[in-house]
């Protein structure tokens, strides 16, 4: 054993000696062992973690997870290794990161924005929410962006990154099917004679579309020296589009006295 120890550490190869090739292998096999045994454990506990909480594409978090855990082991390898400071390394990658983020700061935004409404849950695919003016039903959450489509049938790509940073409102079952719509009434105006009058208006102008079992709702927002602004609410059938209901019934309206008039 002492002999070829001697011989391992007198025998050179491009002046380094066999005992520390030897000694360098050794350590690159043990930290890939551990790396691949990290790996194959992390991954299948996130992935099963993820997949529980019904995260879509649960593949690329898991192949991040997987890259920072090679990278780790590079690292720890580079100095015994290859002679390298990690320092040195990570001062030159994060240069080169700072420069690529700067290049894909949306991206990354839109990225982090969508793992985020992912994982939260707040809003998923099934709700209807009002958004940037307008109302839809969410179809799809993925990385990028967030698909709404509104009641004509336009399917609306939000970028995550404006979703993130922008008021969302989520309806409920009971607002979902409900013609809403702002209104200036008459200073004098008897509410209780509005609001039966804009029943009879709901009920001409939209017909079969109007739900006979709820009431129509008139909400006073606020009083101005012209007007009494309020908030008019229309209960609709399930499966009506909300906008082209709040067409036609502005259209009614119009010729009410009560309206208060341009």
């Known amino acids: 054993m002492g002999a070829m ?7 050179t190869v491009f002046d380094v000696s066999l ?13 890939s062992l551990i790396a691949y045994i990290a790996d194959r454990g992390l991954s299948r506990v996130v ?3 993820l997949e529980h909480a019904k995260v879509p594409s649960v593949s690329y978090i898991v192949n991040i997870m997987r890259g920072v855990i090679w990278s780790l082991a590079l690292m ?65 959450i993925n990385w990028r962006a967030t698909c709404v489509v509104d009641s004509y049938g336009q399917v609306n790509i939000i970028p995550n990154s404006v979703i ?29 004679e509005v609001r039966r009058d804009l ?10 579309w109007v739900d006979p079992k709820r009431d129509v709702w008139v909400t006073v927002v606020n009083f101005d020296p012209g007007a009494i602004n309020a908030q008019i609410s229309v209960p609709l059938m399930h499966g009506v589009s909300a906008d082209h209901a709040r067409t036609r019934l502005a259209t009614g309206l119009t010729k009410r006295p009560w309206v208060r008039k341009p």
Do not use: Y
């Open 19 to 31: 005992a520390e090739l030897v000694g360098k292998a050794i350590l690159v096999v043990v930290v």
């Open 199 to 208: 029943k009879k208006v709901a009920v001409e102008c939209l017909g079969e």
């Open 76 to 140: 720890t390898a580079l100095e015994p290794v290859f002679g390298v400071q990690p320092t040195a390394f990570v001062a030159a990658l994060g240069v080169g990161s700072v420069a690529l983020s700067l290049g894909l700061q949306d991206t990354m935004s839109n990225i982090i924005g969508g793992l985020a409404l992912m994982t939260s849950k707040v809003i998923k695919p099934g709700d209807m929410i009002t958004f940037a003016g307008f109302t839809g039903t969410v179809t799809d």
């Open 164 to 192: 993130s940073k922008t008021a969302v409102v989520k309806l409920s079952a009971a607002t979902r099917d409900c013609c809403v719509m702002p209104l200036a009434i008459e200073h004098g105006s008897d509410m209780e």
């Open 5 to 11: 120890w001697e011989f391992l550490r007198d025998t």
């Open 47 to 49: 992935r099963h973690v």
